[in-house]
């Protein structure tokens, strides 16, 4: 056996090339408040997510500005890295106290982003005149397997940080916070691990299907002026984002079995560099046109990326901001994991364009299934000593 | 609504006050081969885990071994940040190839730590020979709520590291191997986030009770050769240990509802400093037999600490290395969520002498439950070249 396991040891490893994000400094902080969008979408995302949704169980409008100022006040504090208030109090307080958990780790880069569901606009809470104009649940989406328990909600919570201990914290306060408050309760969640997406000067991360995943996404300002934030509209919309999130279960133990030249063929790039199979580097634009010596196309056209591609999509794009995600082992005990998929953009027409295509003819389809999803409009950051959307209820 | 939002924002946050873990340098490795303990036991915890165990579906004892070899082959190079082969190969390999996910990560200090359970050394393998003295099942322990799909398995796999990403690729590289030889299949698995246990030179972290956990965990050598090896029997089994784990399921939305006075009795400990409640700082000695004015003793004789101290237990000690998991919402829309307890001792009968205690008369069990257990040997490194256990074949 001695042998057997030396001539495993002598393959050739691909030595891992570490890039520029081998250090990580858990004292940065974003602000909360400001003058534009709301910190975590075009924020460079961190390593770890944490992302809940709530149905709203009150029909008071107040009740609702209530929660949204008790968030605000207690995300303000939780992204410097302080506490909610006190972990130790002498009385006991439904909402001014903090769990704990994440004392003494460090602000760890937290940003806590939150989406309003369609709902929040609908006549109950007298807010219908305020509806951002383009939201509305998404329509249905070819090879849509939603799980009614993975979907939906009211408001939705996004919590971004270096550390997973950081991001649960949060979540885990503001779910608190609402409880007290007895108007919303919990829906449904997802922690993400690793980054699926690059921000501007981040290395593109893997998916766990191992491909680069965002090469090609959102990074530049004037981009994210064109394709993400609301530019019009009241004020209370400017800057901010409508929200699409996606629970996308991936087959990780069939892909397995796949060869490495079908993998590429799928995404239409090279695993390792990520380049497209076009090209030889990670950043060459691909050639959806370019065919080989038997004529066919080198880059399939259900390939993802072609199917993807603004060039195919009459120049569209929108931010990636998503994060891999495990739930353990399914029943059949294979491993259960995937992509927690969130985007933003300007318009959620643009996902549902792009989807209706990959949903329909993506040869990535056989290997993943989108189980769970929700709409949400994210509003741009409260001014110092706002609540978030604030001016919405004026 | 804004006076509102500005009062809350004047309670005065407890300002975090971060130890010397803010920097987390992705670079680092450990050795899997060596003369004595394998890697990640006194190996100072890392910020991530992710266990797994398996069920051997072969009678062969050579297929064991192959598997055996097979994952120490891989596992050494994982460690040094290497893939376990090509990630693009050429021709399609059961074995030999990398999923991927964690090129470009760098090492993050993995390490993966291989479990024996009590059916490798039964009569099919032909070793009860080389069963270790002290191996069996845990015995039925008072609060036992276990839930089979939770417990046992006869092979378990600890992979730890600074990067989550690096952690599941080990285990989900380990069960594909594991597939592709037929030997062994998965059983259960928990992901953990944020240590739970303090090793030499680390702070004390928190469980997602708010409490610091480890306080007074082994951590000098001279308490790890007492305490944790195993220091007789057949070589093989020599600077092995027995492993305990729990998946200990925590309803931290009832605790959240309880006073901050009544945790710190619950713990026997202030929750802010982590200092007894006969002291003033995290590593005072608690004085189990002070009592307060009116006689009634300061830490109750049903607090954590005053029931798990080793001089209330005649000496014994474990090494405790856990960490936080979360499973998201249960059925009724509250976090569920827990501690993923590992311990490693010379002797399980220590543990069970504990959690008998604990079982039976913590105050801490109004909120938790221990829902998940496994126990296995952890045998030594193998040797440069060898495969984990190899010595016991022979």
Redesign the interface.
């Known amino acids: 056996?001695?042998a057997?396991?030396?001539a495993?040891?002598g393959?050739p490893?691909?030595?891992?090339?570490?890039?520029g994000?081998?250090?990580?400094?858990?004292?940065q902080t974003h602000p909360f408040y400001g003058d534009a969008q709301q910190a975590g979408i075009s924020t460079e995302p961190q390593?770890?997510s944490m992302f809940m949704t709530f149905d709203l169980t009150t029909a008071k409008v107040g009740d609702l500005?209530?929660l949204l100022?008790?968030w605000?006040?207690?995300i303000?504090?939780m992204m410097?890295?302080?506490?909610?208030?006190?972990?130790?109090?002498k009385q006991?307080s439904a909402?001014?106290?903090?769990?704990?958990?994440?004392?003494?780790?460090?602000?760890a880069s937290l940003t806590v982003t939150i989406g309003l569901g369609p709902k929040v606009f609908s006549d109950i809470y007298g807010l219908s005149h305020q509806m951002p104009p383009l939201l509305r649940e998404l329509k249905q989406l070819p090879s849509d397997q939603l799980d009614p328990a993975l979907t939906g909600g009211d408001l939705s919570v996004q919590a971004c940080a270096d550390?997973?201990?950081v991001a649960?914290h949060a979540v885990?306060d503001l779910?608190?916070i609402a409880?007290s408050t007895g108007s919303a309760?919990?829906?449904?969640?997802?922690?993400g691990?690793?980054r699926a997406s690059a921000g501007r000067g981040q290395?593109t991360p893997?998916?766990?299907?191992?491909?680069k995943d965002g090469t090609r996404n959102l990074k530049e300002d004037a981009e994210f002026e064109q394709f993400v934030w609301v530019k019009d509209g009241p004020a209370w919309q400017r800057y901010g984002s409508y929200q699409v999130v996606r629970k996308i279960q991936m087959h990780?133990?069939n892909w397995?079995t796949d060869?490495?030249?079908d993998q590429?063929n799928v995404f239409g790039r090279?695993?390792?560099s990520g380049a497209p199979l076009t090209g030889t580097k990670e950043f060459d634009t691909p050639d959806f046109k370019k065919v080989d010596a038997t004529g066919n196309p080198v880059i399939l056209p259900t390939a993802h990326i072609a199917l993807a591609a603004f060039e195919n999509n009459k120049g569209i794009r929108i931010l990636r901001r998503s994060y891999?995600y495990?739930d353990?082992?399914n029943q059949f005990?294979?491993?259960d994991?995937g992509l927690f998929f969130m985007s933003y953009q300007n318009d959620p027409a643009h996902f549902e364009m792009l989807q209706t295509k990959l949903g329909a003819s993506d040869a990535l389809n056989e290997y993943i299934a989108h189980i769970g999803s929700g709409i949400f409009f994210a509003p741009p950051a409260p001014k110092e000593?706002?609540?978030i959307a604030?001016e919405m209820?004026s």
Chains 1, 2 share one sequence.
């Open positions: 056996m001695a057997h396991a030396a495993l040891a393959v490893p691909q030595a891992s090339a570490p890039g994000d081998d250090v990580v400094d858990l004292t390593r770890h500005q209530v100022a008790l605000s006040s207690a303000a504090q410097q890295g302080a506490t909610i208030g006190q972990v130790e109090p006991p909402v001014g106290f903090d769990t704990g958990e994440a004392l003494n780790l460090g602000p550390d997973p201990q649960y885990r779910a608190r409880k309760q919990t829906r449904w969640t997802v922690m691990f690793g290395s893997r998916n766990l299907l191992g491909f990780i133990e397995d060869r490495a030249s590429n090279h695993k390792v891999n495990t353990g082992l005990g294979q491993l994991a000593g706002n609540y604030q209820f």
